[in-house]
C-alpha cells in the first residue's frame, strides 16, 4: 500500500499468504472440524474438494485482502499512521466486529456446533492479521 493508492502486488501477496495459512490451519484443525460437524460437510478427509471451491476461496481472499487495503488506506488518510501495530488492531477489530459476529449468528441458526465457529474463526482470525501484517510490510 502507498500512501496515494493501494498497492496490488501487496494485495496478492497477502492473499496468496493468507490461502497458504488456511491451508495449513484446515489441515491441522481437518479431524476435529469434520467430527464437530458429524461428517455433514464436504472436506479433504470426506471425498474431497473440488478445483472450483478452491478458486473461489482464493478469488474471496484477494476482494478480503483488496477491501482491507482499502481500510488500512482510508484510516491512514484520516490522520492515524499506518504502522504495524495500527494495522492489527484495525484487523482484530474487523474480525469482531464483522467477521466472528457474522459467523457466530450464521452457525447459531443452522445449529452448528460451537466448536466450529472456533475453528472456522480461529482461521478467519489468522487471515486478517496475516494480510494487514502483508500489507503493511510492502508499505513501508
Not at 492473499?15 to 467430527?35: E, K, L, T
Not at 479433504?44 to 484477494?62: H, S
Not at 467477521?99 to 452448528?112: C, E, I, K, R
Request: a positive charge.
Amino acid at each position: 500500500m502507498h500512501v496515494t493508492g493501494i498497492s496490488y502486488t501487496a494485495v496478492l501477496v497477502a492473499a496468496v499468504a493468507s490461502f497458504i495459512f488456511g491451508g495449513i490451519w484446515y489441515g491441522i484443525f481437518a479431524r476435529q472440524r469434520m467430527s464437530a460437524a458429524n461428517g455433514a460437510e464436504r472436506g479433504p478427509r470426506a471425498g474431497g474438494l473440488t478445483p472450483m471451491q478452491f478458486v473461489i476461496t482464493f478469488i474471496a481472499q484477494l476482494v478480503m485482502a483488496w477491501m482491507l487495503a482499502g481500510i488500512l488506506l482510508h484510516v491512514t488518510r484520516g490522520g492515524i499512521p499506518l504502522t504495524m501495530r495500527n494495522a492489527l488492531i484495525s484487523a482484530i477489530l474487523i474480525w469482531v466486529g464483522f467477521v466472528m459476529t457474522s459467523l457466530a449468528a450464521s452457525n447459531a441458526l443452522q445449529g452448528t456446533r460451537f466448536s466450529v465457529t472456533l475453528i472456522d474463526g480461529g482461521h478467519w482470525l489468522g487471515v486478517l492479521l496475516i494480510q494487514s501484517a502483508v500489507l503493511v510490510a510492502m508499505a513501508t
